[in-house]
């Protein structure tokens, strides 16, 4: 299979720009001292989970329970899943630790933290608990001044369990899009996350992790002093959400959908492509932001962004290519029937999803189907 | 398994509900004395198509060869792909109908049918092709008065292929809330697709089928005098698009999400699911209706709306379910920890395409798997 006669629509992966992803992460990290705990939701693909590690990864995030499974099936066994512990899935969390799985798991509030314990203790194992924190008001975890954090802790110490530190996520970073306020963000993220781990240490309970993470924040902060780990994403294709952020140019996108023409409106100045929603996803992040590019933005097949075209609109199978301003009357002599396009997606974790397998241009040129994984 | 040890998040279908939509549809269109060719893309779900042609459904319309494919594999050989053909598609289209496929494919555009017939002569297959009109201005389609249809029709039937008929799709009617205007609209989809196909046959040209069909003006159309069939898809499930359309009652929709809360924001009013937009979808399709649902609206565990709790944002694997207006303070005591609740979906098409199966809740109160498929 070559790119020409690959069936569209398809999720390509820029193999070279992932491999440029991967290193910047890294060498920004490891400048900053910290270890890298990169967000396999982005892709669920081990061959680029693989060059993740290769490149310095320590451990994965992971944000469903099914992640932890595919990856620990493959060999990685240094895992956090990310989302808050529903009392339900302990017996899944505990049937992975049993099998050699090093999972750790989050909480923020006592009543999970004692189910966690009672099942513990029960099932005579002591789970690795991390609390989760909230830095930005953004969707969960306890603030580091609320004293619900010393009594989740005594709650995990006291129960038996291993309370392995703290974790935050500065998600409200993607609504910044200038380097001062995501410098900002990133200090609020750390000093938060930092001084939620100094209560529970002066409280007298141990908290050895010092876990944050996204990627604007990843990018911008200008130290990370207390923290000891970092997490991350989107990073490894990046996508026109992260474009309009400001942390990485368009032709850093590593994740597009091979789509072809199919039709057109010319009055309307349409191309119809075979690439909808389906295909795209649904996700319209750049619509709040300082540029909105619809269902995404154009390219030739070789992956040039071709101007003001974008994917204006969407239906499930069908999508339609137009020109920003007035319209291409000569939209049909531009993009004949059968032409391919390459489309960049508002949201790579979003995209990716839609798709069963990435098909990645290697460096060499050649066309490999690397698959991923969906569902729970 | 049953409800209370289902993994969440899941998508559970209520197949009491599901048959009775099913019913609703299909005696609707007995009455008016149309085939009924139901589109697939809903749900990719054999034991779902099973009762749609069980009720007497003849044919399936399909919005991906990948469609038509697995479908056929599984007996169903009457397939219409509703999608304008690429010329790089033909030799799969040609696989299927050499396989025994009764596949219909479907051109708006001269450089198609010529590349059609072209590649049929080629090959010694004279497809059955249908020609799409454009009846609302909303996407692809030839406006009936447009003398290209009788130039495309011309390069099918001299260039050997078979001329099945004309296709419409008044997708348009979504845009709609009241009885009156879905009428209307319903009537500009019957007339136009209708005068398309007398243009045709007034050319000297064949044109047996004369198919439309959206859910909405399927179920609002006063008579459907001159077609022969109509396609539907999402009625099988019926979402709160729907309902804002004034076709369906909350208590019609056959797909919900179900999730478990596994933490609170208690000062904020928020409860925070294990569902965020990857179980949701990014579908967003009620925000410019009458009433924006945000990623769903909120029902207990056994399915009954609970009055103005949506799910008012999303991550991809958390979302924030609040009361509409003011925040409840205490909705850490009415939504504890592991609490399970069903979200009614925006948009039925797009959510079950997050899962790999229902979780079907059948009339005798069993719960069982239907797998899913997706890609192309």
Redesign the interface.
């Known amino acids: 299979m070559s790119l020409d ?1 690959l ?4 999720a390509l992966v820029d193999v070279n720009r992932m491999n440029r992803n991967i290193a910047r992460m890294q060498q920004r990290l490891d400048a900053l001292g910290v270890r890298f705990r990169p967000h396999v ?1 982005t892709t669920k693909c081990e061959p680029i989970v693989r060059a993740q590690i290769a490149a310095g990864a320590q451990g994965i995030t992971v ?2 329970l099914k992640e932890a499974e595919q990856f620990f099936e493959k060999g990685i066994g240094d895992i956090v899943y990310a ?7 302990l017996q ?1 969390a505990l049937a992975l630790r049993r099998r050699g799985c090093d999972l750790k798991i989050i909480v ?2 006592l ?2 933290a004692e ?1 966690i314990a009672a099942f513990g203790r029960e099932h005579h194992e002591a789970f690795e608990v991390w609390i989760e924190l ?1 830095v930005d008001g953004h ?2 975890g306890i603030a580091p001044e609320d004293d619900l954090l010393i009594a989740v802790g005594r709650a995990l110490a006291d129960g038996g369990m291993t309370l392995g530190g703290v974790l935050a996520h500065a ?1 409200s970073s993607y609504e910044y899009d200038t380097h001062e306020a995501l410098v900002r963000i990133a200090e609020q993220e750390r000093a938060g996350t930092v001084r939620g781990a100094q209560r529970l240490r002066a409280a007298g309970l141990r908290c050895p992790v010092v876990s944050i993470g996204s990627t604007p924040t990843a990018l911008c902060a200008e130290h990370l002093e207390g923290v000891t780990e970092v997490r991350a994403g989107v990073y490894v294709m990046f996508d026109l959400v992260m474009h309009n952020v400001g942390v990485c140019e368009t032709s850093d996108i590593a994740l597009s959908v091979l789509t ?1 023409v ?4 010319e009055e309307k100045g349409w191309a ?1 492509v ?1 690439a909808g ?3 795209m ?4 992040g750049t619509q709040r932001q300082k540029r909105d590019f619809g269902y995404g933005l154009v390219c030739n097949e070789a992956g040039d962004v071709l101007g003001d075209y974008l994917m204006s609109s969407a ?4 999508g ?1 290519v137009s020109r920003t301003g007035a319209p291409d009357k000569n939209i049909a002599g531009r993009f ?3 032409t391919r396009l390459r489309i960049l997606p508002n ?1 790579a ?2 995209t990716g ?5 990435y098909q990645a241009l290697t460096e060499k040129g050649t066309l490999e189907s690397w698959p991923r994984f ?3």
Chains 1, 2 share one sequence.
């Open positions: 006669t069936t569209t629509p398809a939701k944000s469903t989302v808050g512990m529903a009392p339900g899935k899944q923020d509030n009543r999970c189910a909230d969707r969960s998600g072809t199919i039709g057109h409106q119809i075979d929603w389906m295909a996803s649904r996700d319209r239906n499930q199978e069908h339609i004949p029937v059968g949201h974790c979003a999803a839609q798709h069963p397998e969906y569902g729970w």
